[in-house]
């Protein structure tokens, strides 16, 4: 640890109670690092952020801490506990007690949580102009997987022939799951119930197949598919994507192309990087900003 580490940081539970002022505290983070950089906040009010973090605090699948010092909160983390694989986020630090040692307490504590439950493997997505997260994470085993382009706006072609898209309901669930469990050698069936009971799950079907589907067109939500043409159903249906946009794996030229051709502009360049087991996809995807 470096030579400023602070002595004296205490990590523990979060609590309900505990979201106002580390939402605060996550929406002054964001935005001082991304402002730092010349890029809009993650967030548009800090409202947002402790509505985000009441959330995840509240709901028994995600394990929340906080870091205190000197007995006053200076942090949070989240790990998302809901798969076979888990997801760190959002981890933020009050910014003039950063670059101390309370992320790397914030990080342990979470990673220390994933190998005491068995996780097969951990992820999160980080903004990749952020040197400092990008280290952190590096120095805790993480590796590079996929850079990431975040791309907002609305798509000029508004369908694709021969995709339908539509809602997704509860009866569609066992064939999304089995989609992402080819795709992804795992599903994420929660968030795709927690995407349908909300609204924000679809699914786009050829003939009658169940060919892809996203739980949320958004920064929050993840999009799996057989193929690009099938993503492109999707994100064309959209009016706009929630938050501040899609993560598109910027590998994936054709469907990056495609997004820019039919006018989706560029917000910020993000990585997601993992820890534990890793497979590459057997199709086309989005990841959501946790993985
Ligand atoms: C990212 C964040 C949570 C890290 O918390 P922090 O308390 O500032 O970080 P720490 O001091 O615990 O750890 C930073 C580590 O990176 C190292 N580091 C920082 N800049 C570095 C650089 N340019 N090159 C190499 N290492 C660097 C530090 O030396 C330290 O490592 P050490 O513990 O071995 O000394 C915090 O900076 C933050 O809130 N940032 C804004 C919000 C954000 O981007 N969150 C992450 C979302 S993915």
Not at 82 to 99: C, E, F, L, M, R
Request: glycine share 10%; with cysteine.
């Amino acid at each position: 640890m470096s030579s400023k580490t602070l002595p004296d940081v205490v990590v523990r539970t979060a609590t309900p109670e505990d979201a106002a002022v580390c939402g605060q505290i996550c929406y002054d983070a964001f935005c001082a690092i991304s402002a730092a950089h010349g890029f809009p906040c993650d967030f548009p009010t800090p409202e947002a952020a402790i509505g985000l973090l009441t959330m995840m605090f509240s709901n028994p699948a995600f394990y929340c801490v906080v870091a205190e010092v000197d007995g006053r909160i200076a942090g949070s983390n989240c790990l998302d506990e809901d798969s076979a694989i888990y997801g760190v986020g959002p981890v933020t630090v009050q910014p003039g007690t950063q670059n101390r040692g309370v992320g790397r307490w914030l990080m342990e504590a979470a990673m220390d949580r994933a190998r005491t439950r068995g996780a097969s493997g951990v992820r999160l997505v980080q903004a990749a102009f952020h040197n400092r997260s990008f280290s952190l994470y590096t120095s805790l085993g993480f590796d590079v997987r996929e850079p990431l382009c975040c791309l907002q706006g609305k798509t000029r072609a508004r369908s694709v022939a021969g995709c339908e898209v539509r809602r997704a309901m509860p009866a569609d669930e066992d064939a999304c799951n089995a989609l992402s469990r080819r795709v992804h050698g795992f599903e994420r069936g929660s968030e795709l119930s927690q995407g349908i009971a909300q609204g924000t799950a679809c699914l786009v079907e050829r003939g009658s197949r169940v060919t892809g589907y996203t739980s949320h067109l958004g920064f929050f939500g993840h999009s799996t598919a057989e193929t690009n043409v099938d993503l492109q159903a999707l994100i064309a249906s959209a009016e706009s994507f929630a938050g501040p946009g899609i993560l598109v794996p910027s590998r994936n030229s054709v469907l990056l192309h495609w997004c820019l051709q039919n006018g989706l502009r560029v917000v910020q360049p993000m990585t997601l990087m993992s820890t534990g087991l890793y497979n590459e996809p057997a199709g086309a995807w989005l990841p959501s900003v946790l993985f």
